[in-house]
């Protein structure tokens, strides 16, 4: 007898950013009964979170949207060539309420437990509020960048001002006027709110462990030509991008950095750097992040134009990055970012020479003296890829939770499946070129190729798919193969997940593009689905 207190449903999906977002949409059109869970109080994911001041895409809004319908391309026009968040978010919103999505979303609802239940081969997830989903297929578009990491920093508690986090911002506009701000971390998201903080703040604090590349925006209208041939041409400039190697339109380098003389090498950086693209120097040649002393061609490049851009010499000194190879810590693309440490009322603290000792009630001491602050920003990043997915901590079969499975590290087929957690599928999974690519093109292709799957499973009738235990192991292995033909895995990144005290170091995406990963998959479909059990 089924128990009526149990809502049941073809498919559960957690997350409705981007990736959930799109998997309703196709998923409720091939006939499934699909419900969406978020634990924010409307859609947008990363959107609906990073509501800091200076957020943005750094890839250019015209391809950081969704491709699956021309329509919907033709009618938004994008007013800058980066968004910014509020515009991202009010686009999400409109792609939730053109392809009536909110009917079928739970907002304020987090996931409790998700429990693979093997007598029915369907997954039972209880959600905060104490309801129960039952599903046969769970569908986790939790993000790749949602879990934030708050260091365990001594005295943490202890500040008596606000202690906010980029990524958790609060929905109520902060006035940081007349306040002495402190901002831990230059990361992407430090760097993008740095300017736009020390524009309102009294004063601005900032400490920087580690010095970051960053590349000017030089952001404005949509390029005009993108915009025509993206309304004329939709389908053969999306295909385009789906077959690239990031999700991006770019024409891959043909040379090597070494190849060419100093001088032309030099003048091609300086064209990309007026590019006003995250990729522009990074692609200008094929060995950029595969060889480091090509690799320290483009590093060399642009600490010179941090040297050009800060007045004082050590504090240029103190903003160069150096001890690992430029591209392999996330790139940055600023609006200032290096000029504002020219104004009077913004300091730099390197922590590398002062490190911080505690934050107090009164703002940070380093091992140079307190700096008193009014508020606190963590700009610390995340617990990237494997975070999210950690936090809900799935029970696969035998009752093994991921974390107990993934305490080595991740492990996944294709970045999309788990062996031992049947019918369970992770969007921009670890080992999924999404966190290395424009990952709205990633998720569409996860979500396009999941439905396909799972429309095989309605034919079939299959009430199983789960990876299986060799094909998980040979994939897993071959991203780790394809990332140590690189430098990534000498850098502390994100990427390597470095920037969590005790999480296992494992080169977490799939860096052998996204145009290969895409032909590879749908020839692994062709095939009937190889390296997946099913029953
Ligand atoms: P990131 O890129 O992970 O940057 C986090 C920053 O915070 C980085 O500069 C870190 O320094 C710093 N950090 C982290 N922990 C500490 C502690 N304990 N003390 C001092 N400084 C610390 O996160 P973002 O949010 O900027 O960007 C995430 C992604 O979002 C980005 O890559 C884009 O894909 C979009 P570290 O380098 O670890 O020394």
């Given at each position: 007898?089924?128990?009526?207190?149990?809502?049941?449903?073809?498919?559960?999906?957690?997350?409705?950013?981007?990736?959930?977002l799109?998997?309703?949409?196709?998923?409720?059109?091939?006939?499934?009964?699909?419900?969406?869970?978020d634990?924010?109080?409307?859609?947008?994911?990363?959107?609906?979170?990073?509501?800091?001041?200076?957020?943005?895409?750094?890839?250019?809004?015209i391809?950081?949207?969704?491709?699956?319908?021309?329509?919907?391309?033709?009618?938004w026009?994008?007013?800058?060539?980066?968004?910014?968040?509020?515009?991202?978010?009010?686009?999400?919103?409109?792609?939730?309420?053109?392809?009536?999505?909110?009917?079928?979303?739970?907002?304020?609802?987090?996931?409790?437990?998700?429990?693979?239940?093997?007598?029915?081969?369907?997954w039972?997830?209880?959600?905060?509020?104490?309801?129960?989903?039952?599903?046969?297929?769970?569908?986790?578009?939790?993000?790749?960048?949602?879990?934030?990491?708050?260091?365990?920093?001594?005295?943490?508690?202890?500040?008596?001002?606000?202690?906010?986090?980029?990524?958790?911002?609060?929905?109520?506009?902060?006035?940081?006027?007349g306040?002495?701000?402190?901002?831990?971390?230059?990361?992407?998201?430090?760097i993008?709110?740095?300017?736009?903080?020390?524009?309102?703040?009294?004063?601005?604090t900032?400490?920087?462990?580690?010095?970051?590349?960053?590349?000017?925006?030089?952001?404005?209208?949509?390029?005009?030509?993108?915009?025509?041939?993206?309304?004329?041409?939709?389908?053969?400039v999306?295909?385009?991008?789906?077959?690239?190697?990031?999700?991006?339109?770019?024409?891959?380098?043909?040379?090597?950095?070494?190849?060419?003389?100093?001088?032309?090498?030099?003048?091609?950086?300086?064209?990309?750097?007026?590019?006003?693209?995250?990729?522009?120097?990074?692609?200008?040649?094929?060995?950029?992040?595969r060889?480091?002393?090509?690799?320290?061609?483009?590093?060399?490049?642009?600490?010179?134009?941090?040297?050009?851009?800060?007045?004082?010499?050590?504090v240029?000194?103190?903003?160069?990055?150096?001890?690992?190879?430029?591209?392999?810590?996330?790139?940055?693309?600023?609006?200032g970012?290096f000029?504002?440490?020219?104004?009077?009322d913004?300091?730099?603290?390197?922590?590398?020479?002062?490190?911080?000792?505690?934050?107090?009630?009164?703002?940070?001491?380093?091992?140079?003296?307190?700096?008193?602050?009014d508020?606190l920003?963590?700009?610390?990043?995340?617990?990237?890829m494997?975070?999210?997915l950690?936090?809900?901590?799935?029970?696969?079969?035998?009752?093994q939770?991921?974390?107990e499975?993934?305490?080595?590290?991740?492990?996944?087929?294709?970045?999309?499946?788990?062996?031992?957690?049947?019918?369970?599928?992770?969007?921009?999974?670890?080992?999924?070129?999404?966190?290395?690519?424009?990952?709205?093109?990633?998720?569409?292709?996860?979500?396009?190729?999941?439905?396909?799957?799972?429309?095989?499973?309605?034919?079939?009738g299959?009430?199983?798919?789960?990876?299986?235990?060799?094909?998980?192991?040979e994939?897993?292995?071959?991203?780790?193969?394809?990332?140590?033909?690189?430098?990534?895995?000498?850098?502390?990144?994100?990427?390597?997940g470095?920037?969590?005290?005790?999480?296992?170091?494992?080169?977490?995406?799939?860096?052998?593009?996204?145009?290969?990963?895409?032909?590879?998959?749908?020839?692994?479909?062709?095939?009937?689905?190889?390296?997946?059990?099913?029953?």
């Amino acid at each position: 007898q089924p128990d009526a207190s149990v809502r049941t449903v073809d498919a559960l999906v957690v997350g409705a950013g981007f990736a959930g977002l799109y998997a309703l949409h196709v998923l409720r059109g091939q006939g499934l009964d699909v419900h969406v869970v978020d634990g924010a109080s409307d859609v947008g994911g990363t959107w609906f979170w990073n509501r800091y001041p200076g957020a943005r895409c750094d890839i250019e809004s015209i391809y950081y949207s969704y491709s699956f319908d021309a329509d919907l391309a033709r009618e938004w026009q994008w007013s800058e060539k980066y968004a910014g968040q509020p515009e991202i978010l009010a686009y999400l919103q409109h792609v939730a309420d053109r392809y009536d999505l909110r009917r079928d979303i739970s907002f304020d609802t987090w996931v409790r437990e998700a429990r693979y239940d093997e007598g029915d081969d369907r997954w039972r997830v209880t959600t905060q509020d104490g309801a129960v989903v039952s599903a046969r297929w769970l569908v986790l578009a939790v993000g790749l960048l949602s879990s934030t990491n708050l260091p365990d920093i001594p005295g943490r508690d202890d500040f008596a001002g606000p202690v906010l986090h980029t990524g958790r911002w609060p929905h109520e506009p902060v006035d940081l006027s007349g306040r002495r701000v402190g901002v831990i971390g230059t990361g992407s998201s430090g760097i993008q709110a740095i300017p736009r903080i020390a524009e309102q703040a009294e004063h601005l604090t900032v400490f920087q462990r580690t010095a970051n590349f960053s590349l000017p925006a030089l952001n404005g209208a949509p390029d005009p030509d993108g915009v025509r041939r993206l309304i004329e041409d939709h389908a053969a400039v999306r295909d385009q991008v789906r077959r690239s190697s990031y999700g991006i339109l770019l024409e891959p380098p043909t040379r090597g950095a070494l190849e060419v003389a100093e001088e032309e090498r030099l003048a091609t950086y300086e064209e990309r750097w007026r590019e006003g693209t995250l990729t522009g120097i990074l692609q200008a040649y094929n060995d950029l992040v595969r060889n480091q002393e090509a690799n320290d061609t483009a590093a060399d490049f642009v600490r010179s134009k941090i040297a050009e851009m800060v007045d004082d010499p050590q504090v240029a000194e103190d903003l160069m990055p150096r001890g690992y190879a430029y591209g392999t810590k996330r790139p940055c693309l600023d609006t200032g970012y290096f000029q504002t440490y020219n104004r009077d009322d913004v300091e730099l603290v390197n922590l590398r020479r002062t490190p911080i000792e505690r934050i107090t009630e009164r703002g940070v001491r380093t091992s140079a003296g307190e700096h008193e602050l009014d508020v606190l920003v963590f700009a610390t990043g995340y617990d990237a890829m494997t975070g999210p997915l950690l936090g809900i901590d799935p029970i696969g079969r035998e009752g093994q939770r991921l974390g107990e499975r993934w305490a080595e590290g991740p492990s996944s087929y294709l970045g999309i499946a788990v062996a031992g957690f049947p019918n369970m599928f992770t969007i921009t999974g670890p080992g999924s070129p999404s966190a290395l690519s424009n990952a709205v093109v990633s998720i569409e292709q996860h979500v396009e190729w999941l439905a396909r799957l799972l429309a095989h499973a309605t034919e079939t009738g299959l009430t199983v798919i789960e990876a299986d235990c060799v094909a998980e192991k040979e994939w897993t292995q071959h991203v780790q193969n394809v990332g140590d033909a690189t430098l990534y895995p000498q850098t502390d990144s994100w990427y390597m997940g470095a920037n969590i005290p005790g999480k296992p170091r494992v080169f977490l995406p799939y860096i052998g593009g996204v145009g290969h990963y895409r032909a590879l998959c749908e020839a692994l479909a062709d095939d009937g689905y190889s390296g997946f059990a099913t029953a």
